[in-house]
């Protein structure tokens, strides 16, 4: 299976520790996305990189959130002192940025936090 | 501010009906509009994506609608059959930029028998 992995799929943790999440994008897709998503809702963005830089992150992605993708593949998401209200889904997306202007994300089967 | 409003919320159309859900955007920098696909505990799945040189995009039962004067667009699911059901998102972004997606809020879709 060639399309974007997740790990862990599922993770509960008690308020206050630290969580962290992978993502393997499509190989050579220059972008990587997060989202997250709550129950009813659409996803919403949080922060992409382009190759190993951190281009963008949203309002949503307070001081306790912080990502990297080193070597511009995989990416970690990190979420210090976890707050029930950061239970959610997280969604890591990938996409080939050239000269077309593609738009195509492809998204992981997401890892679902629950903060007890 | 929610920029993507989609509707209804749910949907329930019988097995070889059309499903229609209906998309409204505000930002008229948006310039790519796909839709996706996603089954409970999975990530959500590119169906169709439409941008707006022209008015429709068919791709086998799929269809989306555009109409750039009233800033909507809709997809149209034919002979919908019970594999369909499924939560369908709408959603926008820039071509240029970014290209973060900006998604509606969903519409569940039942297909019955």
């Known amino acids: 299976d060639t399309g974007v992995s997740q790990n862990p799929r599922h993770k509960i943790t008690k308020r206050g520790q630290n969580v962290t999440f992978r993502c393997d994008p499509i190989?050579?897709?220059?972008?990587l996305y997060w989202y997250r998503q709550t129950l009813g809702q659409g996803p919403e963005f949080l922060t992409y990189?382009?190759?190993?830089?951190?281009?963008?992150k949203s309002r949503l992605l307070s001081d306790r959130f912080s990502a990297e993708r080193p070597k511009g593949s995989f990416s970690t998401l990190e979420i210090q002192r976890t707050e029930q209200g950061d239970s959610a889904m997280y969604l890591c997306a990938s996409s080939l940025i050239w000269t077309g202007g593609r738009n195509e994300q492809f998204f992981g089967p997401g890892t679902r936090l629950t903060v007890l | 501010q929610q920029q993507v409003k989609q509707s209804p919320q749910s949907l329930i159309v019988q097995k070889g009906g059309i499903s229609i859900i209906n998309c409204a955007y505000e930002?008229?920098?948006?310039?790519?509009f796909p839709w996706y696909q996603q089954f409970p505990g999975k990530g959500p799945a590119l169906l169709i994506a439409?941008?707006?040189?022209?008015s429709e995009k068919k791709e086998g039962r799929f269809t989306i609608s555009f109409n750039k004067s009233a800033k909507q667009f809709s997809l149209h699911i034919m002979d919908s059959q019970p594999g369909d059901s499924a939560t369908y998102f709408c959603a926008a972004s820039m071509s240029f930029g970014n290209e973060k997606l900006t998604f509606g809020t969903g519409t569940r879709l039942t297909i019955i028998p």
């Open positions: 990189f382009q190759n190993e830089a951190q281009l963008e």
């Open positions: 930002n008229t920098a948006f310039d790519y």
């Open positions: 190989s050579e897709h220059n972008r």
């Open positions: 439409i941008r707006p040189d022209v």
